[in-house]
């Protein structure tokens, strides 16, 4: 049995990404995603939380920070039509919380896909000895932004 899936990134103007921190060293950056499309979205993580990704440019281009979860998180809700929902860079342990260490330029990505995230091979392929064929689709928005 195999599981073949591949993942298609595409850009939405329909989902606007706003800050809701203070630009400044030392905080965690808080954002807030809205939805101005018929479409629901969900979360690519199992728990369906908006998890970002934190982008630092340098000298040698962007570094990424993505951060870690722990799975038995309470599940996020969707995001639907004129709805909004929080997007952060996820921390698994209280006060490991990822914070802004220097001023810069940075950027914050997220990805939004079209059904609940699944990662896991369904028992019942398995049982049969099936091989997963299947294509998500996400839709990413990101917002770059400068501390002084």
Same mark, same amino acid.
């Given at each position: 049995?195999?599981?073949?899936?591949?993942?298609?990134?595409?850009?939405?103007?329909?989902?606007?990404?706003?800050?809701?921190?203070?630009?400044?060293?030392?905080?965690?950056?808080?954002?807030?995603?809205?939805?101005?499309? /018929?479409?629901?979205?969900?979360?690519?993580?199992? !728990?369906?939380?908006?998890?970002?990704?934190? @982008? =630092?440019? #340098?000298? $040698?281009?962007?570094? /990424?920070?993505?951060?870690?979860?722990?799975?038995? !998180?309470?599940?996020?809700?969707?995001?639907? @039509? =004129?709805? #909004?929902? $929080?997007?952060?860079?996820?921390?698994?342990?209280?006060?490991?919380?990822?914070?802004?260490?220097?001023?810069?330029?940075? @950027?914050?990505?997220?990805?939004?896909?079209?059904?609940?995230?699944?990662?896991?091979?369904?028992?019942?392929?398995?049982?049969?000895?099936?091989?997963? @064929?299947?294509?998500?689709?996400?839709?990413?928005?990101?917002?770059?932004?400068?501390?002084?």
């Amino acid at each position: 049995m195999q599981d073949y899936t591949v993942d298609k990134f595409f850009h939405t103007d329909n989902v606007s990404i706003q800050r809701g921190f203070k630009k400044e060293v030392g905080v965690q950056p808080v954002f807030i995603l809205i939805s101005n499309s /018929d479409t629901t979205f969900w979360g690519r993580s199992p !728990t369906n939380h908006f998890y970002g990704t934190m @982008k =630092t440019k #340098t000298d $040698f281009g962007w570094y /990424d920070f993505s951060g870690s979860y722990c799975v038995s !998180t309470v599940p996020e809700k969707s995001l639907n @039509k =004129t709805d #909004t929902v $929080f997007s952060w860079v996820p921390n698994y342990n209280p006060g490991d919380e990822y914070k802004i260490k220097r001023s810069g330029t940075y @950027k914050y990505v997220v990805a939004l896909g079209l059904e609940r995230y699944s990662d896991g091979i369904p028992t019942k392929l398995i049982e049969q000895g099936q091989t997963r @064929k299947r294509t998500r689709i996400f839709y990413e928005v990101e917002t770059e932004f400068t501390i002084e």
